[in-house]
């Protein structure tokens, strides 16, 4: 059998410094790791050395990962970490950045894990336009082409200006896709970054997320947002031929240049997956292996958002609902997969059993995502209030918080007049009540 003893050194070229007592490497995912290592080289003996090495190769990206977690907590801390195994790599270590103006410091920490608080961001939605080009089968949002008046500037200013001292801070930019060689691209995009530049200049914070971009496309509107997104989805191509099949827009590995894209050009991104239109479980686990490789090589990837497809009353397939009783297993996945400091979101507008979205916070997710008027995108599935969320929350001793929607860790990354505004939030929110 292949040698299993952990000879294996990190990509900087050291060796894993935390063995058990047998020597063998342990980390936070240390027994199904050593589990998948062992069928992965059963495999390749039986002579499968496709399905093993595949195994294989997934052990060996996730060792780099724990060894880019442990690099970062060594960086921070100058010694050798004498804790491990734990749950949580960083266990006794100081706060990375201390006397940060806001409430809980260890926000992105790891140890975030052992916390107790669990973020939502006060967020409003403004839709450029409905239409797309795209037709997934599930989708409630779009219009045909030319059939959605854009969002006119004079109308935004109005909406805007009611939301200002309400407690909104984040405007997410939600939009349906004009073709990329369309003569109307041009002026699409021009609204939307009008429109970031809009919510900017009356004090909010511009989030947008208008399906896939060109690198400059991308690297224009940085200028005006604190962070992007786009979800991944899953990564499977055989969506293609199904949900997919009239959706040029989703094919996976598009998506997966712009979240590349996104780390080479320092924008803060979330992301995520859409369960329940066709995968296979081991379609979850490839789908968050790409979102951690990209992220081992950028850094970039602030949340992943593990949406549960909850049918509407505008598509065009019904499709079933992914049953919100199995979220809390794609959660622990995705906690065992992703590195630690990236936060895993869960919509609680789609988990509406309240004992189903405490055990997803059970299970590793840290934040409610953005909490406004109305989710665009599942218009048929309201917000609940933050207040009705802290009434569940409270008894099961979780804190409920606010926060912006870029993380502290890259406030950095931001043009200084960006970091302008991200200041004055910070500050506001600092200490305050959710
Ligand atoms: S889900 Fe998004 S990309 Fe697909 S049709 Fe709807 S708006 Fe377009």
Request: proline letters at 9%; glycine letters at 8%.
């Amino acid at each position: 059998m292949t040698d299993i003893s952990f000879s294996y050194t990190l990509s900087d070229g050291s060796a894993p410094p935390c063995r058990d007592a047998t020597g063998a490497f342990v980390h936070t995912g240390g027994a199904p790791l050593l589990d998948r290592w062992s069928k992965g080289a059963r495999l390749m003996e039986q002579g499968s050395s496709t399905d093993g090495a595949r195994e294989l190769d997934r052990c060996t990206s996730e060792l780099d990962r724990w060894g880019m977690a442990h690099g970062a907590w060594r960086m921070g801390h100058g010694e050798d970490c004498q804790q491990c195994p734990t749950q949580c790599p960083m266990p006794n270590a100081q706060c990375p950045i201390p006397n940060t103006p806001i409430q809980n410091p260890c926000i992105q920490n790891p140890c975030i894990q052992m916390s107790r608080t669990v973020t939502y961001s006060p967020a409003h939605t403004l839709v450029p336009t409905y239409e797309c080009f795209n037709r997934c089968t599930y989708c409630n949002f779009r219009t045909d082409p030319g059939k959605s008046p854009w969002m006119e500037l004079a109308h935004a200013e109005k909406l805007l200006q009611a939301l200002q001292g309400t407690g909104t801070i984040e405007i997410l930019i939600l939009s349906g896709e004009v073709h990329p060689q369309s003569p109307r691209r041009t002026a699409w995009f021009q609204r939307i970054y009008d429109l970031c530049e809009l919510a900017l200049s009356l004090g909010f914070l511009p989030h947008t997320n208008a399906g896939p971009l060109s690198f400059e496309e991308m690297a224009r509107l940085k200028e005006v947002n604190v962070s992007m997104g786009l979800m991944l989805e899953q990564l499977t191509p055989k969506l293609l031929e199904t949900v997919h099949r009239h959706a040029p827009s989703k094919v996976p590995q598009h998506r997966l240049q712009q979240l590349e894209w996104a780390g080479q050009l320092q924008i803060p991104f979330t992301t995520g997956l859409l369960l329940g239109i066709g995968e296979t479980p081991d379609d979850w686990r490839d789908t968050l292996e790409a979102i951690a490789s990209i992220h081992c090589r950028w850094g970039h990837i602030q949340e992943v958002i593990l949406q549960p497809h909850s049918p509407g009353n505008q598509q065009t397939c019904k499709g079933s609902a992914f049953s919100a009783e199995k979220l809390p297993e794609v959660v622990a996945l995705a906690r065992q997969i992703l590195p630690p400091a990236i936060t895993l979101q869960i919509p609680p507008n789609l988990v509406q059993q309240p004992h189903l979205l405490l055990a997803c916070l059970e299970a590793g997710g840290r934040d409610l995502g953005g909490i406004g008027l109305r989710d665009q995108v599942n218009p048929d599935y309201p917000h609940p209030h933050y207040r009705a969320l802290a009434e569940i929350l409270q008894p099961a001793s979780w804190h409920l918080v606010r926060r912006l929607p870029v993380y502290p860790q890259y406030d950095t990354w931001l043009p200084v007049r960006l970091r302008t505004a991200l200041t004055h939030w910070r500050n506001r929110i600092a200490g305050a009540p959710y």
